[in-house]
C-alpha cells in the first residue's frame, strides 16, 4: 500500500481544531498516536524521495503541544503537524518546511529568521548586485511553484541603505521564505510525498544561491571554519 496521509488524519485534525482542550485531547490520546504514526511514515517517505536530488541530514517533527506561556491563545495543542528538515553540511544552508493541517498545508522553504551576520551579509551581495537573486526568482519554474519571494521586511530601508537604493525591494526583506500550498485532497493523495520533494527541488537554485553567498566573504572568497 502507498504510504500517504490518511483522510483520519485529517479528521482528527479537524475535531482537535473545534475541541481544543485537554479533556478532549486525553479521550482521543489513541487517535492521535495513530495519526502521529502516519505523519512519521509519510514524512520518511519523503526524506527518502528528496535524499535523490538534496542531502538531508536530519528532520524533526515538532511536538503537538503549544507553548502558551507568552501567548494570548491559551490553546493547549496546535491543529496541524509540522516538521523541519535540516540539509546537510555547514556549506548547504537554507531549511525545508512541512505543515499539514486542513485547509491550509503547506511546504516552505528559506531563510526564516537570519542571525544579523548572516542578514548583513546578504543585504551586502544584494546591494553589490541584484541581478542574480531577480534573474532567479523570476524565472517561470520558481513563478509556478512559489509565486514569488515571501517574508517580513522593514517598513522603509534596512540601516545603512537609502530609501532610494534600486535594490530596495529586496533589501527590505528580513526573512527569505517561499510557500507551496496544497489541498486538502492534494494532501491525502498517494503523489503527496513526491510533489513536496519536487518543491523542494524547485527551491534548490535559491538554496544554491543563498549559500553560495553565506559561505563567501564580500570578495567571493570561501569562508573557512
Known sequence: MPIQIETSTFKFLKNLRANNNRDWFTKNKPRYQTALENVKEVLDNIKN??????????????????????SKDKTPYKSSFSAGFTRATKWKRG???????????????????????????IRQEIAADDSHLRKLISKKGFKDYFGGLAGDQVKSAPKGYKKDHP????????????????????????????????????????????????????NGVRIEG
Open 49 to 70: 524521495e528528496v535524499s535523490h536530488h538534496d542531502e538531508v541530514e536530519s528532520h524533526k517533527l515538532y511536538r503537538i503541544y503549544r507553548d502558551v506561556r507568552f
Open 95 to 121: 531549511g525545508m518546511f512541512i505543515s499539514i493541517s486542513p485547509g491550509n498545508s503547506l511546504a516552505a522553504g528559506g531563510f526564516w529568521n537570519p542571525d544579523p551576520k548572516d542578514l548583513k551579509r
Open 167 to 218: 535594490a530596495i525591494d529586496l533589501l527590505r526583506y528580513k526573512q527569505f521564505l517561499v510557500y507551496r500550498h496544497f489541498t486538502d485532497k492534494e494532501v491525502c493523495s498517494p503523489t503527496f510525498a513526491k510533489e513536496v520533494s519536487k518543491t523542494y527541488k524547485a527551491m534548490r537554485p535559491f538554496f544554491d544561491y543563498m549559500s553560495d553567498v553565506l559561505t563567501t566573504d564580500e
